[in-house]
Every structure is written in C-alpha cells, then in structure tokens.
C-alpha cells in the first residue's frame, strides 16, 4: 500500500506537469501543494529511507535478547539501535559536501546503494549468531541514509515560502508516519517458523529477524529504480551552481546567476512575520536588527547569524526528540516488563499497533490544524510537546514492579506520543525551513549546511536517547537470575527469559521505568513552557 500511495504520487506530479505545460497554472502560489515528478521522487526516498531504519523495530529487542544470550548488555544495544543515526550524523554534512559538488541524482545513488549494503548484513545476523551483525549493519546503513538531509533541502529550495507550510509538512509527516509503517511491515512475517539457532541454513537467513533486512534491501533497489527514472544528471543542489555543468534548483522568486543567487526584488523588506512574534514563519520573533546583513552583500558570519536567530528550533530538533526515543526505543521491554503483553513471537505486533493508528490521527490531527486552519507553527509545537508528555504519563507504570497495570494504558499512551510526534516534527521542520528562505540574504551559500546541522540534531536525539533509554531501564527478573531453571529443568510463569520459541515475562520487570518515563514526561513539559515563554517574551507580550 506504501509503494501504491507513492506511484500515486508520482502519478500527480506527472499530471502537473502536464498541466503546467498547457498553461493552466497561472504561477500564483497554492493553497494546496501538489509536488512535481522529482518532488515526488525526493519524498519516496525520504519515505523508504525512513522505513528502512524502522522495520526493524519490532524485531531487534528481542533478537537481541537471543544474541546476547542475557540481559546485562542493554547499555551496548542502546549504541546498536542508535548507531544507524550516528553514522547518519557524520556522514550527512560529508553527503551535502558532495551533492553541492556533483550531480544530486549521482550521490543519492551511492547513499541508497549503501545503504543497501548495511541492510544486508543486517539481515545476516541470525544466520551469524553475533550481535556484531546488528552493529555494523546498522552502521553502514545508517551512512547511505544521511542523504535525508538532502530530501528537506530540496524541498526547502524548490517551494515558494506559501508552499513550505505543506511542503515540509507532508515531508516531516511522510518521515514520522513511516518511522511506524516500517515497523507494522513486520506483521508480514510474524508467523514465519521459529528460527532455531542450530536450524538449516534456509531457516536462519530468512526469519521473522532476518527478513526486515532482507525486505529494506528490496524497498532501497526499489527506490533505486525511481532515482534513475525520475531525476536528472543536470540537477544539483546547490542555488550557486548556474554554470553549464548543472542546472541549480531555485525556489520560484529567486534566479540563478553565475555569481550566486539573487532575489528577483532585492529591495524588499522582510516578511512581516519575521517582525513580529505572531507569524507563522517567525523563527524566533523580533529580530535584531543589527544582526541583519545588507540585502546587496553577503556575510561572512551568515551561519552564525542565522543560527543565532534560529537555535531554538535546532534545540527542539534535539531534546525532546532525544528524549521521546529514549521511551520509543524501549517500547518492546515496556510491553514484557510492565505490561506483560508479549509471550510469543506472534504477539509483537501488540507493541506497535496503537503507534500506527496515532500516526494516522496525528497526521490528520496537522493536516487539520496546519494547513486548513493555517494555525502558526509554534502552536502546534507546543501541541505536540504537550500531547507527547500526556502519552508518556500514561504508559509510566505507577502501580510497582509487583503489580501489572491495564493495557489500554500501553496501547493510549503509545497512541498520544505518536500523535504528538506528527504535530511536533512537520512545525520545527517548517519554522526551520521558512527561516532560510526568509532570511535568505544572511544564509545565502550556506543554505545546505543550516539543514544539515538540523539534521545532525535530529540524529544526534536518534542515538543519544535509545543509548541512554537502554543503559537506565534493565529487564530483570522479580526472583532468581535472568533466564535460570526451574527445579524441574524448564521455565514456568514465573520465570523471567526471551528464548527464540518463547518469552517468558510474568516474572520480569523493568528496572527504573517509572522513574525514567516520568522524568522524560516531565522534563518535555519543561521544554514547552519555556519554549512558550520565550516565544511570547520575544514578542514583546507579558507572560
């Protein structure tokens, strides 16, 4: 259905194009944004790309536990599940590099072809019988998808600035929606056999925690296909590059000329929404005037002066992104731990259900708020913080370690944090993305490396709260040792171990989960409220 909804995409974008060649687009903005072919390209790309990382969610907790073979390297699987977006940190300013260089169509090439690479040697990892697999597959992957970093920045320099609010949107929606799709892929091989470590060859490279590898590498070449269909060798990403080696890509309202870009009215003044704290595409509401460099030169602190307007949305990139993935990475520990909901391995799909169906009314929860009602996007930033801390307050287990709690409680809260992600991401990554066009005479030449550090943060929250969630929360058992026999030379009920046939988890909790879950929750809501108190002491209001 995935790849149906994106040939639908590129379908629109080639009726669009038609259309503007018999002239029926006036070339005013619209109300409604509709991407072009290679629009659509970027945003499969960006789609698949995310869905790689995140296939493999339902699976890799529990394929760690059998690796591992105990319970007490948690602290090292927090590095395996965050590793991929740790190569993706490095490596995309090094990809930006090249695709300010080369054609665009090249390097997304060898980015997905690496990428390719890493899923395939993660999807030996059971047949190996080491976690090392896990590690460097992961690992390589984690380099090819630093070319997300591109995908906003396309976007960013191929929409006018009435577009961006769905442009961006519809990005940060496609990204945050298949971060849950990827993981309800893993439905379709629930009822695969049970692997046997010892089994056939056949059994161990194709299971249910082989085949999220296996199918990422077929969904990449699928992507691959429409990279090579659908861009060009002549585009490159840079606004600067108008020599006859490339064609640059530039928003409508700025022309590329041989020395840079210039804007089609110089003259002009400011939007008035950077002048005010009220505005929508307010990133960071008054302005310093004396900060702001000539419309006529460029500056050669233009990044730092951007960034000193703009950090705040950099810092919501990161911290509370950090810290929500500290409890999303842990989701499957929660569901044995907590909740005792998962005994098998046909019963994971328990753990990502409801995450789906918020994803699905959190994006229309944005699409309602954004782009119909046209809300500014720091409202439903903090709409989304606060809906995430809802969520988070009510998974947290506040009965004891002894006492199970209600599964609607895992499957509600689950559901609200997703929501909230699907509010929260698409407004930072709009408000980041009008400011360099609305500040574009100080960012001017630095326009890819303001996304690519915004990318970096979000990379950075990728790995360091999944390292962080996995060295405080330890599945122990309530008596006895980790996986230890009963008299009778078996596991009971009250046993606490995760075999390849079996979980046995009623006598399992989660060490530190309420505090760490909490803290998390309370700690989002402090970002909103000085988030909101900024925002409105910048505007010159009273809190």
């Not at 490279?205 to 070449?221: D, K, R, T």
């Not at 809906?387 to 709690?405: C, D, H, K, W, Y």
Request: with cysteine.
């Amino acid at each position: 259905s995935s790849m149906f909804f994106l040939a639908s995409r590129l379908f629109r974008g080639l009726q669009r194009e038609e259309e503007e060649e018999e002239g029926s687009l006036n070339g005013t903005a619209s109300a409604q944004w509709r991407p072009d072919t290679k629009q659509s390209v970027v945003l499969g790309i960006s789609f698949c790309m995310v869905i790689d990382f995140t296939m493999s969610l339902m699976s890799i907790q529990t394929l760690w536990y059998i690796l591992d073979g105990h319970a007490d390297n948690l602290g090292l699987y927090g590095f395996a599940f965050g590793c991929y977006d740790l190569t993706q940190l490095v490596f995309a300013p090094v990809i930006g590099w090249l695709a300010d260089r080369f054609p665009l169509k090249w390097v997304f090439i060898g980015t997905v072809l690496v990428n390719i690479t890493g899923n395939l040697v993660y999807a030996l990892a059971f047949w190996g019988n080491d976690i090392a697999y896990i590690i460097a597959g992961r690992l390589i992957a984690g380099v090819g998808s630093g070319n997300l970093g591109l995908c906003m920045h396309y976007i960013t320099q191929t929409t006018t600035i009435d577009e961006r609010t769905a442009a961006v949107g519809l990005l940060r929606a496609f990204q945050t929606t298949a971060r849950f799709v990827g993981p309800n892929i893993g439905y379709l091989f629930l009822y695969l056999p049970e692997p046997d470590l010892h089994g056939p060859t056949a059994e161990r490279l194709l299971n249910f925690y082989s085949a999220p590898g296996w199918v990422a590498a077929v969904i990449s070449s699928i992507v691959l296909v429409g990279i090579l269909v659908g861009l060009d060798s002549t585009d490159v990403l840079s606004l600067r590059r108008g020599d006859a080696g490339g064609q640059g890509l530039a928003a409508p309202g700025y022309k590329v000329e041989e020395e840079g870009v210039s804007a089609v009215q110089p003259e002009q003044e400011l939007p008035k929404d950077l002048h005010s704290g009220d505005g929508g595409a307010n990133p960071s509401g008054n302005l310093d005037q004396s900060l702001l460099p000539s419309h006529h030169q460029s500056s050669s602190n233009g990044l730092y002066d951007f960034l000193s307007l703009t950090w705040e949305f950099y810092a919501l990139n990161f911290f509370p992104s950090a810290l929500m993935w500290g409890v999303i990475s842990q989701l499957t520990a929660v569901a044995m731990g907590e909740y005792h909901l998962i005994h098998q391995q046909h019963q994971l799909w328990q753990v990502f259900i409801a995450m789906g169906v918020g994803s699905f009314v959190g994006f229309k929860l944005w699409k309602q708020v954004a782009v119909t009602m046209q809300v500014p996007e720091k409202t439903y930033i903090l709409l989304g913080l606060f809906l995430m801390a809802t969520g988070m307050g009510i998974v947290t287990n506040f009965s004891g370690e002894r006492e199970t709690p209600p599964a609607w409680r895992f499957y509600a809260g689950t559901g609200i944090i997703c929501a909230g992600m699907q509010t929260f991401y698409p407004g930072v990554s709009t408000s980041v993305s009008k400011a360099i066009t609305n500040l574009q005479h100080i960012v001017t030449g630095y326009e890819a490396t303001a996304n690519g550090l915004y990318i970096m943060c979000g990379s950075a929250a990728r790995f360091a709260g999944p390292w962080l969630g996995a060295s405080l929360l330890k599945l122990r058992p309530l008596h006895g040792k980790y996986c230890e026999e009963a008299e009778d030379g078996d596991f009971n009920s009250s046993s606490c171990c995760i075999t390849t046939t079996e979980f046995f988890v009623n006598g399992c909790f989660l060490k530190h989960s309420k505090d760490f879950i909490l803290c998390t929750a309370v700690a989002v809501l402090v970002v909103a409220c000085v988030a909101k108190a900024r925002w409105v002491l910048s505007s010159g209001r009273k809190l």
